[in-house]
């Protein structure tokens, strides 16, 4: 495996820690070997070194199972260079070789591109005129070695930028070479979704738009762009959150049931959901950037105080937009969707909302008003899944109270050490390419949002509009107020929800 981007922060935070997690649960292959490639001066033993100091900054020193490291430290080797030159590819080339010879990699190799965007095509042009894409197979057909291209995110800016970076990235690589990375689809709480869809009886008659009134997807953070203004600055909430991991989430609730769990067959149904849906209207979109306020009790800087962020900068921190899926099973549903950061609390969550009871049953009881059902898939930090529901009252009066069934992983299964890319970096190293999105997905997903990136990009917007510590802007409100009976779940505490609505008690998992 070689990263580019050896030296970067998502090296650091993401790559390192889950291939040391991967050597920990003896998952990772006796003949590997690990390459580095960056421009910085760094010798193998200082880049082990580095990451092996962030490991221990990031896990606590004496939860470092040493002997899980040291079988990743001793594959670790290192390539100085410019990524734009041939010479680095060459000297690659050169290294890759010795790891053959070293490790037994039999040719095998994967490119992990963790470096900026606009450096993705320059270097898989690079690796393919190198000759370092090509697969080796015999005279009958079969493989004798492959080569595989791992893309971060954001893979391209808008649907034309998209299309051209397939475009460069194709006339070096073939479609089942390319795993193009989204790394909410790594959680086990976002796989799961299909599993509690497909693995039960109960929930799939009821998952369509007789059922369903609307879902509401909410990834909000409380962190700021911290040391990313750069990035930010380019980029936005928009493009960095939403035809990745937005449309990721909306694609697991929506897809149809594939006849199978491969490949092949679960892409295809999420392309499916892709091509049913309307780009978004301008007007179906609200945007927002924080201004200064109180964070989790602490005062916090506006946006435009970040470092590396321009003083007026129009950047959006928060977007919240209105997606419709025109199919049989969801035509009329809208799927909202909201991300930000600054805000009140960290939750990823997908909440779906069912279709009132008819009230004419309860007219003379002093039962005022009935509340909808609520299933809500949580992703994070607090994973799990819980149902809302209306019980009976103890006592004489015919009274009402929404109580919940809720589910806890922790209570449930052991905690893994994982940040998502375990799985994925596995199934890239076993050419599982299920949860990596194909070219036609990614160019759809683009396709959606860029009507409003266009409006957006034409006209500036009066920010800021939110306070650090707060639920938003007030436009996102708009959005669900103007579809009648509809508004967002409270970000802040999960229990806000349950008291505004009058849950009487919770009902505890087995522990
Ligand atoms: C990344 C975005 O893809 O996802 C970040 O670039 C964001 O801006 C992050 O903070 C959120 O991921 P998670 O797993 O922390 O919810």
Same mark, same amino acid.
């Given at each position: ?5 050896? &030296? ?6 993401? %790559? ?33 070194? #580095? ?7 990031? %896990? ?8 899980? +490291? ?17 010479? @680095? ?18 040719? !095998? ?125 380019? $980029?936005?909430? %928009? ?36 091509? #049913? ?16 306020? *109180? ?14 962020? #321009? #003083?007026?900068? !129009? ?25 930000? /950061? ?28 009935? =509340?909808?059902?609520?299933?809500? @898939? ?44 375990? $799985? ?49 802007? /007030? ?12 508004? +967002? =779940? ?12 009058? @849950?009487?008690?919770? *009902?505890?998992?087995? &522990?």
């Amino acid at each position: 495996m070689v990263i580019f981007g050896a &030296t970067g922060d998502l090296t650091k935070r993401l %790559l390192a820690p889950a291939l040391y997690n991967l050597s920990r649960a003896g998952l990772l292959p006796e003949d590997f070997a690990l390459i580095g490639v960056a421009r910085a001066q760094e010798t193998a033993e200082s880049w082990r070194e #580095a990451q092996f100091k962030a490991l221990k900054d990031h %896990l606590g020193a004496d939860s470092i199972d040493e002997a899980a +490291w040291k079988r990743l430290a001793d594959k670790m080797s290192y390539v100085r260079g410019d990524l734009t030159k041939p010479e @680095l590819y060459e000297a690659l080339g050169g290294a890759l070789a010795k790891a053959e010879q070293a490790h037994g990699t039999e040719g !095998n190799a994967i490119f992990h591109l963790a470096i900026a965007d606009r450096l993705f095509g320059v270097v898989v042009e690079q690796l393919g005129t190198a000759g370092l894409t090509d697969q080796d197979e015999d005279p009958g057909g079969k493989r004798r070695f492959w080569r595989r291209v791992v893309i971060e995110k954001p893979f391209g800016h808008s649907l034309a930028s998209a299309r051209a970076l397939n475009h460069t990235v194709k006339r070096k690589l073939s479609e089942d070479q390319i795993f193009r990375i989204d790394h909410f689809l790594g959680k086990d709480t976002v796989q799961s979704i299909m599993a509690f869809r497909f693995a039960n009886g109960l929930f799939e008659p009821i998952w369509n738009r007789d059922r369903i009134d609307h879902v509401q997807i909410t990834a909000a953070e409380s962190v700021g762009v911290e040391q990313r203004g750069k990035f930010y600055e380019a $980029t936005g909430a %928009l493009r960095d959150m939403v035809p990745n991991h937005a449309l990721a989430l909306i694609s697991m609730v929506a897809m149809e049931p594939p006849v199978g769990f491969d490949a092949a067959a679960i892409r295809s149904k999420k392309a499916e959901v892709f091509a #049913a849906m309307p780009a978004v209207e301008p007007a179906q979109a609200a945007r927002g950037q924080y201004g200064p306020g *109180t964070l989790l009790g602490k005062p916090a800087n506006g946006y435009r105080d970040e470092p590396d962020v #321009a #003083a007026g900068s !129009n950047v959006e921190t928060y977007v919240a937009m209105r997606f419709e899926i025109d199919n049989w099973r969801w035509a009329g549903v809208p799927f909202y969707f909201r991300t930000g /950061k600054h805000l009140a609390t960290k939750v990823t969550e997908i909440a779906i909302r069912f279709k009132q009871a008819p009230y004419a049953a309860f007219r003379d009881t002093p039962v005022a008003a009935l =509340r909808p059902n609520w299933l809500v @898939l949580r992703i994070a930090p607090d994973e799990g899944i819980s149902l809302q529901f209306e019980v009976k009252r103890r006592g004489p009066a015919l009274d009402l109270a929404a109580v919940e069934m809720n589910f806890h992983y922790d209570d449930w299964f052991p905690k893994e050490p994982s940040d998502g890319y375990e $799985t994925l970096l596995h199934d890239v190293m076993i050419g599982d390419q299920t949860l990596f999105m194909r070219a036609d997905m990614v160019e759809e997903a683009w396709r959606i949002v860029q009507p409003v990136l266009d409006a957006w990009a034409a006209q500036k917007a009066d920010f800021p509009n939110y306070d650090s510590g707060s639920d938003g802007p /007030k436009a996102a409100n708009l959005l669900l107020a103007e579809d009648g009976d509809r508004s +967002w =779940r409270p970000v802040g505490q999960p229990s806000a929800q349950t008291q505004q609505e009058g @849950l009487a008690s919770a *009902t505890a998992g087995p &522990t």
